[in-house]
């Protein structure tokens, strides 16, 4: 059976000029901290690919800190000595789950609807309910809290239903009347399918991940605002000039620049726009058979390549097993821990009752998806839907 790739917000191919670059890399023994003419090449493999990384990003070299992925990254800027962390019910659990202190609660409370328009924009009006600990906080002129060393998450781009978020505007206008003192944003599902710079974000801090862009797994990157002070949470030799100590892993970050430049030149040429048509006809052709389906986030934007859709009453994780059988990768919609798949928290943050959480997939779409590949999927839905409709009758 021929099988057809529709999960690319999990993770991607390997680009040919990530792969080329990472071959090469192997022939270079030296180590990068190294002053001889070995230790040298590898460093000079590894300044590189900041470089590139950096221009694909929109920041300074220098404000490029490689780690092992995103996840990595996240931590480490929440580990960081603040007062009070927190983040908006759509972020990753990278990212949730270190602000889990300061907002599960709040969330499971029912106050995150408030957070979010019907679409799963955030609004930024967390006045009332946002649960920032009382016991850190101090009123301002205000009446607002005043936090003398904050940090508040926002991610550019949700990863199950693709919508994007106006990160920038929340974290200048909104985020800056609480003084909060630093930002993060999470710009891994976004970083190469829609534009972002990391200068004109309004945030401290922004992680990127390779594998989510034709780059090798296990390495990201965490950028830091230049005259942002950041701890190193690994002792050692002080690579990474000082944050991230440890020998760097010089063929997965070569491979990360190559892969960087690519997804930067292919975001210029326009190629993403081919991929929202392909997006919108798979939407289309399930529409218009399954009409009582709900396409999530379908009025906002959202990255060119993702569909996040529910069938009321019609398990997400039924649906991602027959089309696997059926030769399609595809998610569910919910995320998954310990092989237990439970239903999507960020739905159900959107206002979405359980029965549409639990049913939700995602189909993402890359580069070298084709039209035939839609359409094949979307018969091979409508085959199983017509089954789950026989059998609900």
Request: hydrophobic share 45%; glycine share 10%.
């Amino acid at each position: 059976m021929n099988r057809t790739y529709l999960d690319h917000n999990a993770t991607t191919p390997l680009r040919a000029e990530a792969r080329a670059a990472m071959v090469a890399a192997m022939d270079v023994v030296g180590n990068p901290s190294s002053v001889h003419a070995e230790g040298r090449a590898a460093n000079a493999l590894v300044e590189r690919a900041r470089g590139q990384v950096a221009q694909a990003v929109g920041c300074l070299p220098q404000e490029v800190v490689f780690t092992s992925g995103a996840t990595e990254a996240a931590n480490l800027v929440f580990s960081q000595d603040w007062d009070v962390t927190a983040c908006s019910p759509l972020e990753h659990d990278a990212v949730f789950s270190c602000a889990d202190e300061v907002i599960r609660e709040d969330i499971y409370a029912g106050s995150s609807t408030s957070l979010l328009d019907k679409s799963g924009v955030f609004t930024g009006e967390f006045v009332s309910g946002f649960g920032l600990s009382a016991k850190v906080l101090q009123k301002g002129d205000k009446g607002y809290p005043r936090i003398a060393r904050g940090l508040f998450a926002l991610t550019a781009a949700n990863s199950e239903t693709g919508v994007v978020q106006p990160y920038s505007k929340v974290f200048r206008e909104f985020v800056g009347e609480f003084e909060i003192s630093h930002r993060f944003c999470d710009a891994t599902q976004a970083f190469g399918k829609i534009p972002f710079a990391f200068n004109w974000s309004q945030c401290e801090y922004a992680c990127v991940s390779a594998h989510k862009i034709g780059g090798p797994k296990g390495i990201g990157a965490l950028i830091v605002k230049q005259g942002t002070e950041i701890a190193a949470a690994l002792m050692g030799g002080g690579q990474e000039m000082g944050r991230r100590s440890g020998t760097e892993n010089v063929i997965g970050i070569a491979g990360f620049g190559a892969a960087a430049e690519a997804a930067a030149r292919d975001l210029d040429a326009g190629l993403w726009g081919r991929v929202e048509k392909l997006r919108n006809i798979l939407e289309k052709s399930l529409a218009a058979e399954a009409n009582a389906t709900i396409f999530v986030g379908k009025d906002a934007r959202r990255l060119p390549n993702t569909s996040c859709f529910a069938v009321p009453g019609w398990k997400g994780e039924t649906q991602v097993m027959q089309m696997d059988l059926a030769g399609f990768a595809v998610s569910a919609g919910s995320a998954c821990s310990s092989g237990k798949v439970r239903e999507s928290r960020v739905l159900r943050a959107m206002g979405y009752e359980a029965d549409v959480a639990r049913c939700a997939i995602r189909v993402s779409l890359g580069l070298e998806t084709t039209e035939d590949d839609v359409l094949r999927f979307a018969e091979a839905w409508l085959a199983q839907y017509r089954k789950f409709r026989a059998r609900a009758a």
